[in-house]
């Protein structure tokens, strides 16, 4: 069999429609995917651990990161700069390791062009869906990390993301958890048997085919 690079996959959501709950999901049940650990300078929130759910860095320690151009995508998120190290992700999709980035739209379109005109690869878009403007308040509300302020800061935001969805490969809506989450490892199960990737890994299996079907 031969070796092949892993495939970028993006999920993006608006806060509280589950996407981090689904990928922690997706990558329990499945040893061939990383979640990449983005860079950030948000405060770090209790039950978090620095190198586990964010590099919590300072904000002149990610303007030199950007500066040196160590991110394949970074962008500013409710006061807070989010980023992705590029040579880690370079370093996996090399190893044949699938990756995952949870990041918004911006950094999903930034991280796609990167992939294009850096590695002439595409990546897959996922984007994830609350079943109603209701839910996803209820959910954000039910979190008990923010104030009504900034719960309704993050619903305004929550628009602006959502009108990006088109931008996406996939759509799952995200009502009931465990259909979410079977929708989700079936993308992550379809582009792994696409044309493409199934020629790049059994190339020599598929040359052997015909060659005995032509004698």
């Known amino acids: 069999m031969a070796s092949v690079r892993g495939q970028l996959f993006t999920v993006s959501a608006p806060s509280g429609a589950g996407k981090t709950s689904l990928v922690d999901a997706l990558l329990a049940a499945d040893q061939r995917l990383k979640v990449s650990v983005s860079h950030t300078t948000r ?5 978090e651990v620095d190198g586990v759910n964010y590099h919590f860095v300072e904000a002149s320690t990610f303007a030199q990161m950007v500066n040196d151009g160590r991110f394949l995508e970074h962008a500013t998120v409710f006061g807070n700069a989010y980023g992705t190290s590029k040579d880690w992700v370079d370093r996996q999709l090399s190893l044949g390791t699938d990756v995952i980035l949870e990041i918004d739209w911006q950094g999903a379109q930034q991280t796609h062009q990167w992939l294009v005109a850096e590695l002439g690869e595409s990546g897959v878009g996922i984007f994830i869906l609350p ?7 209820a959910r954000l509300k039910g979190r008990g990390q923010d104030d009504e302020a900034v719960i309704a800061d993050r619903m305004a935001e929550a628009v602006d993301e959502m009108r990006h969805y088109h931008q996406a490969d996939y759509i799952i809506i995200n009502d009931d958890f465990d259909t979410a989450l079977s929708d989700l490892q079936a993308v ?8 493409s990737q199934q020629q790049r890994q059994y190339k020599d299996l598929l040359a052997a085919l015909i060659e005995d079907s032509d004698q």
Not at 43 to 47: F, I, L, N
Not at 188 to 195: G, P, V, Y
């Open 43 to 47: 405060p770090m929130r209790p039950g």
């Open 131 to 137: 079943p109603s403007m209701a839910a996803l308040q």
């Open 188 to 195: 992550i199960q379809a582009q792994r048997l696409s044309l």
